[in-house]
């Protein structure tokens, strides 16, 4: 269990620095397309600049997007009750509970750090969970908060925006150039580099971050089952959703990667594109924690 947690962790981390580097290259290309090599360092500052403004705004836009709610204890004493507890046993600050109206079975957690962090649930999940298995979804979601995935969620965003960004200014820069000075062989060259990083570098990205998210669902798996000591309630949950999930009303690909659940519409694409492991797997490896698998 703890080493499949460390290795997750290295992998991750490992991700991360490939997108950075990533986001560097293109930057690099950039400046090279300008004719002006000297130009990186200022692009990447640029970069860097609107990664943190995406990262620090990040949280409240996926919350507003989803149309999530804020309640206080008296408007779900279920939930807010459910939060409390798992928060002390997990020794984290309480994070503010948001519900989200709408049938689908579903939640989420986001925020930068655990003393900023926000936990949703939709109306369809506390309607068909019991508090067993609730407390197993609610456990999976502060298990992200715990282990800094709602970080590393942002960073992800954050770092998927800049790198669609300078996609397109170098589709645009490519196919500009190339009406200019066409005899040179340097122009042409960028010009074909500058339309397959254009190309490539969104979908590598999102690759990354699907498998960020991917080995993130298993960890905040292994930790919620570990927080309530009883790995059955969670697996439960996951069977239920398996049986009777439904898409979201609000379909955000930018922000399906928060989710306990796939709350997007399924189909060959949206499988290949997965934010989420199989729900069979899942299980399994939770019930493997019991024995009974």
């Known amino acids: 269990m703890y080493e499949s947690i460390a290795a997750n962790k290295r992998k991750t981390i490992f991700m991360m620095v490939f997108f950075v580097a990533l986001v560097s290259a293109l930057g690099w ?39 999530a709610k804020p309640i206080e204890k008296k408007d779900n004493p279920r939930l807010w009750r459910i939060v409390e507890n798992l928060a002390i046993t997990e020794g984290l600050p309480m994070p503010k509970v948001y519900i989200i109206e709408d049938p689908a079975p579903n939640a989420f957690a986001t925020g930068r750090d655990p003393k900023h962090a926000s936990v949703a649930a939709t109306t369809g999940i506390l309607e068909m969970m019991t508090d067993s298995e609730l407390e197993g979804v609610m456990a999976h979601e502060l298990g992200h908060v715990k282990n800094y995935d709602i970080r590393v969620s942002m960073i992800a965003f954050a770092l998927v925006a800049v790198i669609g960004i300078i996609a397109d200014i170098l589709l645009h820069m490519s196919f500009f150039s190339s009406n200019d000075d066409e005899d040179s062989g340097n122009n042409q060259l960028f010009f074909f580099l500058g339309i397959a990083a254009a190309i490539l570098a969104p979908i590598v990205a999102s690759m990354i971050q699907l498998a960020v998210s991917r080995r993130r669902e298993y960890l905040a798996d292994a930790t919620g089952a570990l927080a309530t000591r009883y790995p059955e309630g969670l ?59």
């Open 29 to 67: 290309l950039m400046a090279q397309s300008l004719g002006h090599p000297t130009l990186t360092p200022y692009i990447l500052i640029g970069t860097a600049i609107y990664a943190f403004i995406s990262y620090w705004a990040g949280s409240r836009a996926a919350l507003a997007m989803n149309g």
């Open 235 to 293: 697996a439960s949950a996951l069977q239920k959703i398996g049986a009777y999930g439904r898409p979201m009303k609000r379909q955000n690909t930018s922000t399906a990667h928060l989710f306990f659940a796939n709350p997007l519409k399924k189909g060959v694409i949206a499988a290949l594109f997965s934010t989420h492991p199989p729900i069979e797997d899942r299980v399994q490896r939770l019930l493997k924690m019991t024995g009974k698998a």
